[in-house]
């Protein structure tokens, strides 16, 4: 198959880099777009151009020459004043519309399992308004929807750290979280795959309570964990709604959507949770740093 020319956005990001490193073994043509090249390695891409996908003057021709667009752009938490609709939504189509102008010939969009039964949650709708926009764009692309990545489920080392974990129900709801160099694989797979449509889930399926168990073990710790009846999910999620910013709450009710919530995707990869919270803790050990 004839290497292409890709362009990644959000190549310095924890899926993008993982991305840009796949592309690079399989010796495509890389130009990443990213707002901050010092956090590129010398030589990570053939090119690297400037620019903030939220600004569209600093975006122009980026996709010049380019035959797929690849892009992990979006936010979980609130920053530099910039909301889910700022970044998820326009920021992506603005890197849309320069891809059509372009004649890009795929465009491919890391996006979320189960987006269906998360409608209401606000960054649900900032992803799914453009995947909407990019369904009726006419360009050939691909949604990339993972169940979560390994990263995310750090929090269940904090709270192991801090001594008690927190679930919701009996913790029994479940999910298979996948390691961002698996992902990344399905990720580059699908610049020649052909298909309109990725579900990605990591190769173990795991109950809530199983993966705070694991994190307490990682740390030798005595497991403590407590659960919260379901009906409460509900009350604190109207009370944040109702007196804090959607730069607080946000977060929060996606998070804890995603703990009553079923995430269980067709298994691929190789790497475990097991490996990944032993990784962190070694890491976290030879720095002298908190997980």
């Known amino acids: 198959m004839k290497n292409k020319k890709i362009l990644i956005a959000g190549a310095t990001g924890y899926l993008g880099s993982h991305i840009l490193h796949e592309l690079k073994q399989r010796q495509h043509f890389v130009r990443a777009l990213v707002r901050s090249p010092e956090k ?21 021709n980026c996709c010049s020459g380019i035959d797929t667009v690849i892009t992990t752009v979006g936010i979980t938490r609130q920053r530099d004043n910039l909301t889910y609709m700022d970044v998820d939504y326009q920021g992506n189509l603005n890197l849309l519309h320069e891809a059509l102008q372009s004649g890009v010939k795929r465009f491919i969009y890391v996006f979320i399992y189960n987006a269906d039964k998360m409608k209401n949650l606000k960054i649900i709708r900032a992803k799914q308004q453009f995947v909407d926009a990019l369904k009726n764009s006419g360009i050939d692309y691909c949604l990339i929807n993972p169940t979560g990545f390994f990263s995310d489920m750090r929090e269940f080392l904090t709270m192991a750290q801090k001594g008690k974990a927190y679930l919701f129900g009996k913790g029994d709801c479940e999910i298979n ?40 073990q990682t740390l030798d710790k005595k497991a403590k964990i407590f659960c919260i009846p379901i009906w409460m999910k509900s009350a604190i999620l109207f009370l944040l709604r109702k007196f804090t910013s959607v730069k607080l709450y946000g977060p929060v009710e996606f998070l804890l959507t995603v703990l009553t919530t079923n995430m269980v995707a067709p298994q691929s990869g190789t790497y475990t949770l097991q490996d990944y919270f032993e990784t962190v803790k070694t890491d976290a050990d030879n720095s002298t740093k908190k997980i």
């Open 177 to 216: 979280p996948i390691d961002g160099r698996d992902l990344a694989k399905i990720c580059v797979e699908a610049v020649n795959s052909g298909l309109h449509e990725v579900n990605a889930g990591g190769p173990q399926i795991l109950p809530y309570r199983q993966i705070a168990e694991m994190a307490f």
């Open 40 to 60: 590129l390695k010398p030589n990570e891409a053939d090119e690297i151009f400037k620019g903030q996908i939220t600004v569209p003057s600093t975006i122009r």
